[in-house]
């Protein structure tokens, strides 16, 4: 078995060399597999109990965070460089370091970081767990030195779809100081935004602002997402008093953490909120700007000015084909629609509309599926494996791919 092992890593790992460029297309889509929405186990490890996997490829959901954030990419390429040098090791490295820290002999840095590279499973990851907490107690009032345990810990959870457990982690009292950087807590928000787990969500927004966790752009952006699904009058509250605070302090907010703000003002109608919010945007010409801004004209009261805009974007149709044209949502369309009913503006709104279908400048996303998009990632596509580590068994389904590709 230990045999076979050693043979078949390397193999991989050649093949995943050599098939990288074939592969980054592939990956780039299944890397970030969505996920479907599901309840949320309020119990912090119920996650632990079912098969990491079971129904995460079905269905559509988004995530707010670039790969050039998560960084699965990178992080499973050291996994694997890792699992390339330890082969040929005797014996199971996890069940071994199970031992130990049943034995409670010391943990070392090194031998820490080797385990957390090496988790490939929901049962690993419970190793991997009592691991970090271990050696987060014994040491506690030690600098940790240059290596950051936090991101890797929660990227692990990431891969393995456990965003209950990156979530507990991060949030847990005894872990203090140990997730010291936003990188652990964004992405474990982002995870939960997938799992439409939003309230949880919040809950680690709020535990990284008690351990005084600095909040950074993403942190920003994926708190107002949160507040936007959310649509309470407190997730509101919340979030149009961090991007206060993010003006007052001069912070950098993102124009989509300003987008979804704008956009929750206007789902608890409160269209000034909405506008003020709206008017941070610098750069307006985005898709998803330029529904808000029709929206936001409409909602306002303003619909002939709404329907100038559409009818100029009708316009572009006719210039040449390297100008983009202007999408609109059906859905806001719809909207313009129904607020013009009635009213002076109807008729031309019903012809500007029509023009817009016969130009192809309708579709069929609605507003909420332009904002929940994540950013493009602006390096190339990395290469990289399946969303999951190859191993053995996985090796067959892995090579076909590596053909049909
Ligand atoms: C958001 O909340 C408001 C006020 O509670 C409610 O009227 C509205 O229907 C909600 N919108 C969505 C999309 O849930």
Redesign the pocket.
Known sequence: MALLWSLALPFVYFELVQSNMALGRYASLCCRSFLREETCPNAAFTALLQPAWSGWRLGAKRHLLSEDVVKLQDFQRRKMAVAHLITGTDGNFIEMFGHKLQRKSLLLRDELKLLLHLCQSAEDMKTARDAIYRYHAENRNVAHGEFKFGPVFVRLCYELRLEQMAAAAVTDHEMRGFFNEATSFNIAMDMLFMKGCHQDALEVLRSMRSQSVPFNKDTLMLASAVCYKL???ESFTICTSLMEEGVVKGHFVPRLAYCFAAALAL???DVKKAQMLFSQVMITESRLCQNMKVLLLAASGEIEDAVDLLSSAARLAKSPSFVRKPEFSQEVLEQILLLSEGGAQEARARETLSRLERTGQVTPRTLDDMLCHAPASKRRAAPIVEARWPNRRSLKPLHSTLLSE
Request: hydrophobic share 0%.
């Open positions: 649509n309470t009058s789902r608890q109608n």
